[in-house]
């Protein structure tokens, strides 16, 4: 029997943490939480941690943090507080491995730390590649650490990989659902609500990442994950949409031959097999059944209508800081879209408007990255309130 895993969960309260935790209570020989983190919700931090007894929690919300501590005070959990604990805490000798489900761009320092002190890292969290990915997969890769991917459509491409790694791969296809609105035109998606957006046919997940597959801006930040996960070019990244979710991509070889992982669409698989790798667990998820499933649909994305998938590709194509710009852009757009201050279709209007007015870097240091969202948001943001 292996040796007990001791995982640092950085985003313990959200929809890939939560199941995290699921998938931890499943196998309590395999694992034992060592670390939670959240931003905000501290109800369910300190019920998770009453539960799982970590060695530390972080509440990144300061003002929450005496809420947190005397919630806990009379166990031996350590509290601590601020966005430096949070990249601070992933140092802890302690850890083996670092789930970073964290949302958007603040996965990407806590990661870089992980990474700076040898941990395993299974990776959530894709803008930590799209915004940095070149840095991010150097360091890896100069500190011998190994980045096991929790995206469904990344975590098929790798378990396609087993046993194939000396093969090189030919193409890879991402599968896309195409979200709540495939198939509809501009004229429709003129007037679309939040509410519409946030309704995903097949999965399950938190508002932002719901909001950018109904875009199709999952997909395009998934395209430049998948370039610095398997060192591919833009010509082996294909994206199909598949609007049943069950075959979550596949892996085309020089000989011609296909590779694909198939499974109803449930995150505590691949989320699963990042933490045991190279093992596969007993679980109880449900199954898949093709008399079920007798047709499985595939058809190409709509690119001129659904504008990010192109935006993505642009950045992934001209390199440098472009794809932090377009991350950064998302961002602020997606947040202003929830609020009901920008339009879906001007989403993307307003990224490639971020895009044309940012300063370009060929070749960023981490603090250009850190600099160019910053810069980014503040552009998207002026040009939100230049519309009103």
Known sequence: MSEKKHVAILGSTGSIGTQALEVIKSHPDRFEVEVLTAQNNADLLIAQALEFNP????????????????????????VYTGEKALSQVVEMDSIDVVLT?????????????????????????????????????????????????????HSAIFQCLVGEFHNPIEKIILTASGGPFRGKDRSFLESVTKEQAL??????????????????????????????????KRDQIEVVVHPQSIIHSL???????????????????????ALSYPDRLKADFPRFDF?????????????????????????????????????????????AFLRDEVGFLEM????????????????????????????SRIITQELIKSKK
């Open 101 to 153: 489900a964290l949302v958007g761009y603040s996965g990407l320092l806590p990661t870089i730390n992980a990474i700076n002190a040898s941990k395993q890292i299974a990776l959530a969290n894709k803008e930590t590649l799209v915004v940095a990915g070149e840095l991010v997969t150097a360091l890896a890769k100069e500190k011998g650490v190994n980045i096991y991917p929790v995206d469904s459509e």
């Open 348 to 375: 993307s209007d307003l990224i490639a408007e971020t895009l044309d007015k940012s300063t370009f870097i060929h070749q960023p240091s981490l603090e250009d990255y850190i600099e160019s969202d910053k810069m």
């Open 291 to 335: 008399v079920k499933y007798p047709n499985l649909t595939f058809e190409q994305p709509d690119i001129e209508t659904f504008r990010n998938l192109r935006l993505a590709y642009e950045a992934m194509d001209k390199g440098g800081n472009a794809p932090c710009i377009l991350n950064a852009a998302n961002e602020v757009v997606v947040a």
């Open 55 to 78: 060695n530390c929690v972080v509440i990144v919300n300061e003002a929450l943090y005496s809420k947190v501590k005397e919630a806990l005070a009379h166990t031996d959990i350590k």
């Open 251 to 273: 892996i085309q070889f020089e000989d011609g031959s296909i590779k694909a992982q198939l499974g109803l669409p449930d995150m505590r698989l691949p989320i699963q097999f």
């Open 199 to 232: 309704k995903h046919p097949n999965w399950d997940m938190g508002a932002k990442i719901t909001i950018d597959s109904a875009s199709l801006m999952n997909k395009g930040l998934e395209v430049i994950e998948a370039k610095w996960l398997f060192g591919l």
